[in-house]
Nanobody
């Protein structure tokens, strides 16, 4: 499956953005989806994940209550709604697809990755 992330940009602290991850090539609903981010000089970290049917979601503690992951299987797209953004949310955000739900909060749990979209939050 090919993944294309979009929706990043520059936003002031306290603002909002919605990231999209469009999938193509294989049946989108076969995959669990996740969002990760990587800030300069730091390792890629888990942000949020959603199971194939959307029934279960997972969040990093740092984004709970501010970010919401969702998916539309009819549109082959996953989303990450981000509100109350903080400067420390600045990073390249990646979407990823996993065949199994064994390790949805870990980089190693995913089989396919998109190219990333940059989110910059100014103070």
């Amino acid at each position: 499956v090919q993944l294309q992330a979009s929706g990043g940009g520059l936003v002031q602290a306290g603002g909002s953005l919605r990231l999209s991850c469009a999938a193509s090539g294989r049946t989108f609903s076969n995959y669990h989806m996740g969002w990760f981010r990587q800030a300069p000089g730091k390792e890629r970290e888990f942000v949020a994940a959603i199971t194939w049917h959307g029934g279960t979601t997972y969040y990093a503690d740092s984004v709970k209550g501010r970010f919401t992951i969702s998916r539309d299987n009819a549109k082959n797209t996953a989303y990450l709604q981000m509100i109350s953004l903080k400067p420390e949310d600045t990073a390249v955000y990646y979407c990823a697809a996993a065949i199994t739900a064994v390790e949805l909060t870990a980089v190693l749990g995913y089989n396919y990755w998109g190219q990333g979209t940059l989110v910059t939050v100014s103070s």
